[in-house]
């Protein structure tokens, strides 16, 4: 019997089609969004990988998961995430309180996810057989998808800038 699959709607990963549910807010299958709590669950376990990756993970399956009911302040705050570490250099572990400050802002932009979609999804990141490799994949993973989002850095940058949270700000 062959299997049935099932695309993502965010990322595209094909995965055979399962009876799990998802209906929160992430535009993701209920199979790809599995995927995402193992990964981590994985980080959870492992403070080194932890410090490393995990925001850059979280905010990256976000970003890519745009789209559909995921709200728009989601997107911007994920994307902002991407931003700081990738283009302003912050360490992982300093992003989340400079997120809960850009987090008061009332009023967010409707950013259209890019036609161009990473090619890295979190499935890459399941196949890793090391910590190193979980890492190494995952920071890919993030250029890729910031990368996509280009049509919108200029919109990322200025909500960090309105909001001070950047190196300078
Ligand atoms: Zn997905």
Redesign the pocket.
């Known amino acids: 019997m062959a299997l049935q699959m099932r695309d ?6 094909k995965m055979p089609l399962s009876e799990r549910n998802y209906d929160q807010k ?4 209920a ?3 599995s ?2 709590e193992e990964i981590l669950a994985a980080e959870f376990q492992n403070p080194l990988l932890f410090g490393q990756v995990h925001q850059l993970t979280v905010d990256t ?1 976000a970003v ?2 745009a789209g559909g009911q995921h709200p728009d302040k989601s997107v911007c705050i994920h994307l902002a995430g991407l931003c700081l570490m990738l283009e302003s250099g912050v360490a992982p572990v300093g992003v989340p309180p400079l997120l809960q400050r850009l987090a008061n802002r009332t009023i967010w932009p409707h950013l259209d996810p890019p036609e161009e979609r990473a090619s890295l ?3 890459d990141v399941a196949l890793a057989d090391s910590l190193q490799t979980h890492a190494l994949r995952v920071r890919e993973w993030a250029e890729q998808v910031w990368q996509a989002w280009s049509p919108h850095h200029g919109v990322v940058r200025e909500l960090i800038k309105d909001s001070s949270i950047g190196r300078n700000g």
């Open positions: 993502c709607f965010g990322c595209g990963v992430f535009h993701a299958s199979e790809c969004w995927l995402f399956y890519q998961h999804t979190v499935y």
